[in-house]
T-cell receptor, first 112, second 113 residues
Framework: DAGITQSPRHKVTETGTPVTLRCHQTENHRYMYWYRQDPGHGLRLIHYSYGVKDTDKGEVSDGYSVSRSKTEDFLLTLESATSSQTSVYFC???????????FGPGTRLTVL | GESVGLHLPTLSVQEGDNSIINCAYSNSASDYFIWYKQESGKGPQFIIDIRSNMDKRQGQRVTVLLNKTVKHLSLQIAATQPGDSAVYFCAENESHGNNRLAFGKGNQVVVIP
């Protein structure tokens, strides 16, 4: 699992509530990513981070924000969850020297 | 919930046979490619990678072939086993430095015992 954990692993919430997903790594990698995965789509990048307090948007960033105050933690927040954000969310990390991304186990989020 | 494998092209292969999974990429500037395996309910797992200065790379029971002329990537799995049943997808990185990958939608492999 490349030293990556995600919490919670499953969550059911209601429309309009805030949700925060956590990604934690023990590898001290610089790059961290949040993706969502939906049937019929490949993995789609939401936000990524290239260092502490350094983040940027991906292709599907609307409705999501992120924060990285420590190297090991990358948080994804849905300020007001909507049903379209029901998905499986994956965190990934990478080492610039290799470009390979390693993924966490995922969080299944259901917004009712 | 729905499986990530739903609606994907499916390859059914007899146990012990070889499997070939294909991937077409669109960006001729891509210089690094990765194959991932994703089992149901789990995160994608790195299998093998290849850089654009190579056309073949071998791992344990897996081989990746890269044809830059037609922008095609393939993954060959030798002596397919039941544990190889999963979704396989390719990823490409068109440049160094920003570490952003573009992912294919994947192919479902079903191994028949």
């Amino acid at each position: 699992d490349a030293g990556i954990t995600q919490s919670p692993r499953h969550k059911v919430t209601e429309t309009g509530t805030p949700v925060t997903l956590r990604c934690h790594q023990t590898e001290n990698h610089r790059y961290m990513y949040w993706y969502r995965q939906d049937p019929g789509h490949g993995l789609r990048l939401i936000h990524y981070s290239y260092g502490v307090k350094d983040t940027d948007k991906g292709e599907v960033s609307d409705g999501y924000s992120v924060s990285r105050s420590k190297t090991e933690d990358f948080l994804l927040t849905l300020e007001s969850a909507t049903s379209s954000q029901t998905s499986v969310y994956f965190c990934a990390i990478s080492e610039p020297a290799t470009d390979t991304q390693y993924f966490g186990p995922g969080t299944r989020l259901t917004v009712l | 919930g729905e499986s990530v494998g739903l609606h994907l092209p499916t390859l059914s292969v007899q146990e012990g046979d070889n499997s070939i999974i294909n991937c077409a990429y669109s960006n001729s500037a891509s210089d690094y490619f990765i194959w991932y395996k994703q089992e149901s309910g789990k995160g994608p797992q790195f299998i093998i990678d290849i850089r654009s200065n190579m056309d073949k790379r071998q791992g344990q029971r897996v081989t990746v072939l890269l044809n830059k002329t037609v922008k095609h990537l393939s993954l060959q799995i030798a002596a397919t086993q039941p544990g190889d049943s999963a979704v396989y997808f390719c990823a490409e990185n068109e440049s160094h430095g920003n570490n952003r990958l573009a992912f294919g939608k994947g192919n479902q492999v079903v191994v028949i015992p």
